[in-house]
């Protein structure tokens, strides 16, 4: 765990601690020593000049998005959070297992409705949203987007076709991973994408891994043409996977969410817990996959991480074998 000295009033997740430095010239910045120098910036509606937040105090916005640290807490935090999961509970010393920290930039241009990854930068990029009042910064969105550096490092999946759907997928997984593991009393784990940022004005959330048809677009399980969607709806029967291997098919509520996953050839499946489907995913990503695996394969790699994990006889491995039959991924 890194340390924290800073006070941090967010919008999505209360008030929070986050780790901060003494500032050159009096006050402090928002640069986290113990998790490899990570930064955060302020690029004030533009898209390239940014400057690193600093403050008189040590106690960072109000959790207003008026105040233009709100924002940059929220980042800070869930790209803490994530760096101190993949430590905690994969033994990853950063994105690159190298103790090196990315850094994040908050207030992306105006009015924009994303977040994003990019290794060019080795940094994580957010939107304010619509109206600028709705900044892309919950816990869900950063976990999402600091894991797409960890895909490149790993098994580097190849963003468009089925190994895109599955790079986006190891975003939402590890997500929900860290969401739950956080464990934030402002914003509990779920297995949902996007609940606090209210990107559609509904209040509805981006994906729904029970059943990812529920946003009108996602796909339940795999069919021949998956590879031809977009990679943010091929995600879908993978995402599906996650839930159904976490938590068993039908009707169950966690943290007060109500879920119903079906499975795609009626019969049901046990669930393995989610520390055991993410530690089985982390394996499968880190130790399996490559840059062309596609659905199969990565059924295959699952198999092989959970064999290493809990043994080929494990009532485990056979879960997970029933988890990928329920999103029509089989021998
Ligand atoms: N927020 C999106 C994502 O991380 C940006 C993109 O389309 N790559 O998936
Ligand atoms: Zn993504």
Known sequence: QGIETGVGN???????????????????VMTDPSRGG????????????????TNPTDTWGDGTVANRQ?????AAYGAQLTWDYYKNVHGRN????????????????KNYVNAFWDDSCFCMTYGDGTNNVNPLTSIDVGAHEMTHGVTSATADLIYSGE???????????????IEFWA???????????GEKINIRGDGSPLRYMDKPSKDGKSRDSWSADLGSIDVHYSSGPANHLFYLLSEGSGAKTVNGVNYDSPTADGLPVTGIGREAAAKIWYRALTTYMTSSTNYAAARVATL???????????????????????INVGP
């Open 10 to 28: 967010s919008r999505y997740s209360g008030q929070v601690t986050i780790g901060t430095s003494p500032g050159a010239s009096g006050g402090f």
């Open 94 to 109: 950063g994105i690159k297992d190298d103790g090196v920290g990315a850094y994040t930039r908050v207030h992306y241009s």
């Open 163 to 177: 190994s895109g759907g599955l790079n986006e997928a190891t975003s939402d997984i590890m997500a929900a991973a």
């Open 183 to 193: 464990n934030n009393p402002e914003d509990k784990g779920d297995y949902l994408v």
């Open 38 to 53: 990570h930064s955060t910036y302020d690029l004030n509606g533009t898209t390239s000049t940014k400057s690193l937040f």
């Open 304 to 326: 092989q991480a959970a064999a290493d994990l809990y043994g080929a006889n494990s009532v485990t491995y056979m879960n997970t074998a029933n988890a990928w039959a329920g």
């Open 70 to 74: 709100t924002a940059a807490v929220d």
